[in-house]
C-alpha cells in the first residue's frame, strides 16, 4: 500500500477517506484536520491561552503535542486521581512529556491530586457515594478542570476527545433517548455563564486509531494499559459496535456524528423569524437555569453543585 | 513470529509468512480498533509479515464515562 500523496511505502490506510498516507503525509492530514476543528467551529485564537486535560494517555497527549506543533499557547492540567498503580503511572507520562517536549514550547504542566485536596482517592470516594467510578471520575475531573482554567484566567479549556469518543456518547444518548444531553455533544462548548469555561474537542475530526497512530509515528510515549476502573464500561461495548460497523462500512462513525452536527446547526433557534416556537440555544438555557452553587461559586442547576454534594456525603460516610 | 498481544498483555508465537489482515482476522481482532507495529514502525493491513519478525498488535479503544 503506497501513501497517496506521495506514493512512497504508506504506514497506514484509512478506508474512511479511501487513502493511505506515509509519515510525513499523515502528520500533515492530522495537522489539517485539527486545524480545520479549531477554525471551523471557532474553537479559539493565536492569542487565546488554553488549557489541555491531559491524563498521560495518547489522545491528551497527542493534543498537546498537535497544538503546541501549530503554535499555540497550551498549559495542561493532570489530576491525579489516586488510582493505585494507574495514576502513578500516567502521571509519570504526562510528566514526561511536560519535561521533554512542552519545556522547549514553554508550556508547563500543572497537577492537582484529588486525595491531597479531597481526603481520600477516587475509589475511595467512589465506595462512600455508591456510584460508579466512571461517573465519580467525570464529575471530579469535569469540576478540576473547569476550575483551574476559571480560576487561573484561561480563555479555553481543551480535552482530547476523538470521533470515537463523541460517536459512541452519542450512540448511548440516543439509544436512551437521552435529549437533553444532546444539546452538550458539540465540539465547542460556550462559556455560556460566569464561572464556566469555554470547552473544545479539536480531535473530534479524528477516530481513535488515527490519533493513536499519531502518537506511536511522533513516539509520544502514553499509557497503553485501560483504566483498570474502566472495565466493562458501556462507552467500550459502544465504541466496540461502531468499529463493527465502520468494519463493514468505512464512514459511519463519521457520517453518525458529523451528520447529528449539521442537523444541530440547521435546527431553527429562537427569534429566527420562523413560525413554530424554537428551542433555545445552550446558552440561553444555561443562563436561564444555572446560579453559583451556594458551597464553591461554581455554575450548577440545584442550591449545591453535584461536586460539593458528593464531597459532603463523602465526608459524611467517612466518619461514620 | 512473536505477536505482543494487551488487556490481558500476552503473548503469542504465529507462523509466517501472513499478511496483517489474516493475523488480525485469525486472532478475532479488528483493524479499526488496532494498531500493528512490527519492530517500531506501524504497518498497513496489505503487509506481508515474516517469521522472524517482532509485531505488537496493540489495541487503541479506550475507555471511561
Known sequence: MNCKKC???AVIG???HNAAFCKACFNEFVLEQVTRAIKGERMFGRDDRILVAVSGGKDSLALWDILLKLGYKADALYVDLGIPGYSTKSREKAQRFADGVARTHEAKLLIHKVEEEEGAGIRELAD????????TCGTIKRYQFNRAAVEQHYDVMATGHNLDDEASRLLGNVLHWQEEYLDKQGPSLP????GFAKKVKPLYRLSEREVAAYSVLNRIDYIVDECPMAKGSKMLLYKDVLNRLETESPGTKQAFYCG????????PR?????AQPAPASMAEKDRATLHPCATCSQPTTAEICSYCKMMARAKAGSTR | MKVHLSHPERQVEVRGP???KDLLRDLNLIMEAHLVIRGDDLVTEDELLKDEDQVEIRPVISGGS
Not at chain 1, 447529528?260 to 435546527?267: I, T, V, Y
Open chain 2, 18 to 20: 501472513k499478511r496483517v
Open chain 1, 260 to 267: 447529528f452536527l449539521e442537523k444541530q446547526a440547521r435546527a
Open chain 1, 7 to 9: 506514493t512512497i511505502k
Open chain 1, 270 to 274: 429562537q427569534g429566527s423569524g420562523q
Open chain 1, 128 to 135: 462512600l457515594i455508591h456510584r460508579p467510578t466512571c461517573s
Open chain 1, 14 to 16: 484509512l478506508p474512511r
Open chain 1, 191 to 194: 462559556a455560556s455563564v460566569e
